[in-house]
């Protein structure tokens, strides 16, 4: 390798890189058990957020359990 010549390593195996908007999961955290509406890049959904996770966030709706990743969430409203 010469003086300005780039140097790249490259692992043996593939990594996993997640971004996590900790005040989005805070946030999501905080309202755990209400009625929301999801708004996400395919469409709206409506229903009880069961639990969040720093990359997704399980909803049930009409007897269907749904789990949302984090990064395609819009935005999110309270309904009640």
Do not use: C, K
Not at 35 to 55: F, H, I, K, N, W
Request: aromatic share 8%; charged share 15%.
């Amino acid at each position: 390798m010469t003086m300005n010549q780039p140097h790249y390593s490259y692992p043996s195996s593939p990594q996993l890189v997640a971004l996590v908007d900790p005040y989005v999961y805070q946030t999501l955290q905080s309202i755990v058990g209400r009625e929301v509406v999801v708004e996400t890049a395919r469409g709206s959904v409506q229903g009880m957020l069961r639990e969040a996770r720093p990359d997704h966030i399980i909803l049930s709706s009409n007897r269907t359990t749904l789990f949302i990743r984090i990064q395609q969430i819009v935005w999110i409203r309270l309904t009640n």
